[in-house]
C-alpha cells in the first residue's frame, strides 16, 4: 500500500513534536544546570574565596543551550513574534496568510542562523576556549543546532497549516468573556 503527502505528515508531526519536547527538556535542565553552577561560584568566591575559572565559562556556554533551544520552541508552539495586532483587525480569513508570513520570516532568520553559525564554527573551530580547553566553535553549535530546529519547526508549521490541521489556535482570540466597565467615583 503507497503511502499519500497527508499520512507521512502526521509521522512526520509526531516525530517533531518528539524533538521538541526533548529540546524543551534540554533547555530547562540546562537552566537548572547554570543556576547551580552560577550558585557555586559564588559560594567558591565570596565564601572560599576561591573562584573556579570554569564556572563563568560554562553557565555562559549553557545559557546559549537553553537560549536557543527554548527559541525553538516557540517557533513550533506559536509563541514567536507575529503579526497579532494585525489578526485582530483584517477579516477572518486573512489569519492563516498572515501566520503564513510570520513562519517563512522565521524560516528566513533560522536559515540564517545555520548558514552564519556554521561559518562562526567553521572559523573559530580551531581556537580554544581556554577555561574549557574546548575547541572555540562549540561556543556557536547552540545558534547552528537552534537554526536547524526553527527551519524544521517552521516548515512543519506551513506544511500542517497546507493540509489543513489547525496550528493556529490562539488562546488569547478565544471568546473572553464581557468585563463590567469601571466606574469613575
Known amino acids: 500500500m503507497a503511502t ?11 516525530v517533531l513534536s518528539r524533538i521538541c519536547d526533548g529540546a524543551l527538556y534540554l533547555a530547562g535542565f ?16 565570596f565564601v572560599l574565596n576561591s573562584s573556579p575559572s570554569w564556572t563563568e565559562t560554562s553557565a ?19 509563541y514567536h513574534m ?22 517563512l520570516i522565521a524560516l528566513a532568520f533560522g536559515v540564517g542562523m545555520v548558514w ?16 574549557l580547553e574546548l575547541p572555540g566553535g562549540f561556543d556557536y553549535l547552540p545558534l547552528v543546532t537552534g537554526g536547524v530546529l526553527i527551519c524544521l519547526f517552521s516548515v512543519e508549521r506551513i506544511v500542517l497549516r497546507w493540509s489543513g490541521v489547525d496550528v493556529d489556535k490562539d488562546l488569547n482570540l478565544e471568546e ?5 466597565a469601571v466606574q469613575e467615583a
Open 4 to 14: 499519500t503527502s497527508a499520512s507521512r505528515v502526521p509521522r512526520f508531526s509526531i
Open 82 to 103: 507575529g503579526f497579532d495586532v494585525l489578526v485582530y483587525i483584517l477579516p477572518k480569513g486573512s489569519k492563516g496568510i498572515l501566520r503564513t508570513l510570520s513562519d
Open 30 to 45: 540546562g537552566l537548572v544546570a547554570m543556576t547551580a553552577l552560577v550558585a557555586y561560584q559564588v559560594f567558591f568566591r
Open 116 to 131: 552564519y553559525g556554521c561559518k562562526l564554527v567553521g572559523l573559530t573551530w580551531h581556537t580554544v576556549i581556554p577555561a
Open 176 to 180: 473572553v468573556p464581557e468585563v463590567p
Open 60 to 78: 555562559i556556554m549553557l545559557m546559549n543551550w537553553f537560549i536557543f533551544l527554548g527559541a525553538a520552541v516557540g517557533v513550533r508552539e506559536n
